[in-house]
Nanobody, 128 residues
């Protein structure tokens, strides 16, 4: 199994932007879905929401409806770094954000429970 190291997160004012990044290592295939999952307060991360995901083999991506138009997910040429840039953040965007990965798939995975590898998570708090 692979390893995921996240960076980014923290407090931000409403309307602000916040970049997140995730370094993946130990994977033998680039056919994997890399997702950014927001965990709601008091709930397990596997019951959260995939807000964005990218299928590393093709670069195809997915955004949840609440973040569509405000979020960009991308990867580096080596397909080991995944980035999320979210703009115009609002208080409802607050939560724990996890980078997650699942291999052996053929498209972006949109259910958190299907991800097998997880980063440690980072808290994003949007408030004035």
């Amino acid at each position: 199994r692979g390893r995921l190291v996240q960076s980014g997160g923290g407090p931000v004012q409403p309307g602000g932007s916040l970049p997140l990044s995730c370094l993946a290592s130990g994977y033998t295939t680039d056919s994997r879905s890399m997702g950014w999952i927001r965990r709601a307060p008091g709930k397990e991360r596997e019951l959260g929401e995939v807000v964005a995901a990218i299928f590393t083999a093709t670069g195809s991506y997915y955004y949840s409806k609440p973040v569509e138009g405000r979020c960009t997910v991308s990867q580096d040429n080596g397909k080991n770094m995944v980035f999320q840039q979210m703009n115009n953040l609002q208080p409802e965007d607050s939560g724990g954000y996890y980078c997650a990965a699942v291999s052996g798939v053929r498209w972006t995975v949109r259910a958190p429970i299907e991800y097998g590898d997880w980063g440690k998570g980072t808290q994003v708090t949007v408030s004035s």
